[in-house]
């Protein structure tokens, strides 16, 4: 299967990251390299490039889409919350610039192997790791979406489907889910649509949101603990980037752009301690300067083009 992934906020990052000549990136989403084309062009010719994805497909297009700045690169295959043992483990440099594109590809949505679309009836999995995710990385996590819906109380599945995908009807879902799998296990994404249907109302069907989408982001979310490798990963990217190196993210959810936004706003203050303490004591002070005073969404333009880019927000903040 062909790698398609348009980059989101392109000339954005650009714009904002300001690649300079020898500044070297680690790209922890690399996709299908379209970020890290355009900035390993700016930082010619001997700026470096470790690019990490969990994609084996995306790995292998990406490889032949930069093959001409193959020798200023190291890809590897991983998790970004893993991106210190990964640097040590490729003997990588010193990184000025730190990015992180957060959305699912065209390539993923459409891949029956994860079942992270509604649109296709496949297994319950959405573990993510593309077509050829592997025995090692498979065997490294045993959480699936089949293994939450069928064994998770149903309180944990409502608060799931409540705080990840802020879903209105996460208490009427959560009680179907339960009642479904007395009869039958829940396997695969046909009957977890049914579910969800019979649990809402006829009028939330005509919205424009597809009914299923926040429970099915929900669970992708739980079962690959992205909010939570997102939240760790910031603080040790700003331990080890180099002072005036930039970090940019750009996500797709509010929950996303609420810990960046956060992470942000406290690492550019020099004292985070609470209005009820009169004088400091936290001894906090700032090392980061915020570049996107606010979030850059996409022009009209290029949402007509790419849909999928509606929804993103880069945020850059740099190491002082």
Sequence with gaps: MSYFHIPVLLNEVVKFINPKQGENL????????????????????????????????????????????????????????????????????SFDIFLLDLGISSQQLNNEALGISFLKNAPLDMRMGGAN??????????????????????????????????????????????????????????QLVKIISEAT?????????????????????????????????????????EVGGRIAVISFHSLEDRIVKRFFQKESKDCVCGPEVPVCVCQHRKRLEIITKKPIVA??????????????????????
């Design 26 to 93: 680690i790209d922890g989403t690399l996709g299908g390299g379209g970020h890290s084309e355009a900035i390993l062009e700016k930082t010619s010719p001997d700026g470096k490039l470790l690019g990490i994805d969990l994609d084996d497909e995306a790995i292998k297009e990406s490889k032949e889409k930069l093959k001409k700045y193959a020798e200023r690169i190291i890809f590897k295959k991983g998790n970004f919350k893993d991106f210190i043992e990964i640097k040590k483990e490729s003997d990588f440099c």
């Design 299 to 320: 022009s009209e333009e290029e949402v007509l083009e790419n849909p999928r880019a509606r929804s993103g927000k880069l945020r850059v903040a740099r190491r002082i």
């Design 201 to 241: 109302p006829a009028k939330y069907k005509r919205q424009r949101i597809h009914f299923a989408t926040r429970t099915f982001q929900a669970l992708r979310i739980e079962v690959n603990e992205e909010l939570k490798n997102l939240e760790n990963v910031l603080p040790q990217v700003l331990e080890n980037i």
């Design 133 to 190: 995710c592997g025995a090692n990385y498979r065997s490294n996590n045993y959480k699936t979406a089949e293994h939450i819906l069928n064994n998770w109380s149903e309180d944990a599945i409502r608060l799931i489907l409540k705080n990840y995908g802020e879903e209105r009807y996460a208490k009427n879902i959560a009680k179907e889910i339960i009642k479904e799998r007395k009869i039958n296990k829940i396997i695969n994404t046909r």
